[in-house]
T-cell receptor, first 115, second 115 residues
Framework: KAGVTQTPRYLIKTRGQQVTLSCSPISGHRSVSWYQQTPGQGLQFLFEYFSETQRNKGNFPGRFSGRQFSNSRSEMNVSTLELGDSALYLC??????????????FGPGTRLTVL | AQKITQTQPGMFVQEKEAVTLDCTYDTSDQSYGLFWYKQPSSGEMIFLIYQGSYDEQNATEGRYSLNFQKARKSANLVISASQLGDSAMYFCAMRGVSGTYKYIFGTGTRLKVLA
């Protein structure tokens, strides 16, 4: 079974631009979560999607948005990029996300650099 | 509120020795899951081991075992016979009913295995 895939793996953007990151979950998984990881703030939860609906949301500004498609693939968009958005963005999928036993499996991440 | 605490920012261990990474948690949920992940320098988060709150036996997966002490709310990861490839960041995580099954992560412990 293929793991979680994320594209692109590396991205360089300039301030003010927008960016879209893509995540394909493990086949059969319907829950997709996004995290931002920086050296200063650690691992921070962005949002979770399940069946094309946002089910959970972290404390990030509205510049960060996401969506999920009917095939469970998810995209994350960041508009008006700021220097502080430079980070590793991790996507994780789980079967349903509604059981304590559901294990999240992570993708390799997208490393975003904002210049 | 749910919380995960990892008090060891960094640890060293000699190759072939065992090491324990500490994790304590706080939750009012009766049912929850505890997880450990490994993050090598490449960035990908690798699932290691899971322990359910109702599991009476400690979980084991190869060289990894989870020392679960429910009354003390601790879920320490034990790595036996450390290998150089074990050098990485290790994150403890919890998922419960509160927060609509959102994952809560600790701040991580950086483990360095010495030859």
């Amino acid at each position: 079974k293929a793991g979680v895939t994320q594209t692109p793996r590396y991205l360089i953007k300039t301030r003010g631009q927008q960016v879209t990151l893509s995540c394909s979950p493990i086949s059969g998984h319907r829950s997709v979560s996004w995290y931002q990881q920086t050296p200063g703030q650690g691992l921070q939860f962005l949002f979770e999607y399940f069946s094309e609906t946002q089910r959970n949301k972290g404390n990030f500004p509205g510049r960060f948005s996401g969506r999920q498609f009917s095939n469970s693939r998810s995209e994350m968009n960041v508009s008006t990029l700021e220097l502080g958005d430079s980070a590793l963005y991790l996507c994780a999928s789980s079967f349903s996300g509604s059981r304590n036993t559901d294990t999240q499996y992570f993708g390799p991440g997208t490393r975003l650099t904002v210049l | 509120a749910q919380k995960i605490t990892q008090t060891q920012p960094g640890m060293f261990v000699q190759e072939k020795e065992a090491v324990t990474l500490d994790c304590t948690y706080d939750t009012s949920d009766q049912s929850y899951g505890l997880f450990w992940y490994k993050q090598p320098s490449s960035g990908e988060m690798i699932f290691l081991i899971y322990q359910g709150s109702y599991d009476e036996q400690n979980a084991t997966e190869g060289r990894y075992s989870l020392n679960f002490q429910k009354a003390r709310k601790s879920a320490n990861l034990v790595i036996s016979a450390s290998q150089l490839g074990d050098s990485a960041m290790y994150f403890c995580a919890m998922r419960g009913v509160s927060g609509t099954y959102k994952y809560i992560f600790g701040t991580g412990t950086r483990l360095k295995v010495l030859a």
